[in-house]
Nanobody, 128 residues
Framework: VQLQASGGGLVQAGGSLRLSCAAS????????VGWFRQAPGKEREFVAV???????RHAESVKGRFTISRDNAKNTVYLQMNSLEPGDTALYYC???????????????????????WGRGTQVTVSS
């Protein structure tokens, strides 16, 4: 599967952005799909994941502000980001995890090492 992340940009604190992760070459609903981010000088960190069953997990730092969702008809996963803060400034990546068939469709990982497929990042910059 090939992933293409888009939707980043420059926004003022308190603003909103919606990131998209469009897939080609495979059906994205057969993967758990996560968003990760990396700020300058920091390690990449987990943001959110949606499993094959549609269940979601969000990092504590973004709970209540970010929402991950998927549109299977468009083969796309979204990250709606509201109430953005300067601390959200980072390069955002989407990634896909093809879990083994024997694992529950509600399984997902927050560890980047479990994700086999990565898109190029999209930059999000939040000004104060």
């Amino acid at each position: 599967v090939q992933l293409q992340a888009s939707g980043g940009g420059l926004v003022q604190a308190g603003g909103s952005l919606r990131l998209s992760c469009a897939a080609s070459g495979s059906t994205l609903s057969t993967y758990a799909v996560g968003w990760f981010r990396q700020a300058p000088g920091k390690e990449r960190e987990f943001v959110a994941v949606i499993n094959r069953g549609g269940g979601t997990r969000h990092a504590e730092s973004v709970k209540g502000r970010f929402t991950i969702s998927r549109d299977n008809a468009k083969n796309t996963v979204y990250l709606q980001m509201n109430s953005l803060e300067p601390g959200d400034t980072a390069l955002y990546y989407c990634a896909a995890d093809r879990l083994p068939a024997y694992m529950s469709r509600f399984s997902s990982s927050t560890s980047e090492s479990d994700y086999e497929y990565w898109g190029r990042g999209t930059q999000v910059t939040v000004s104060s």
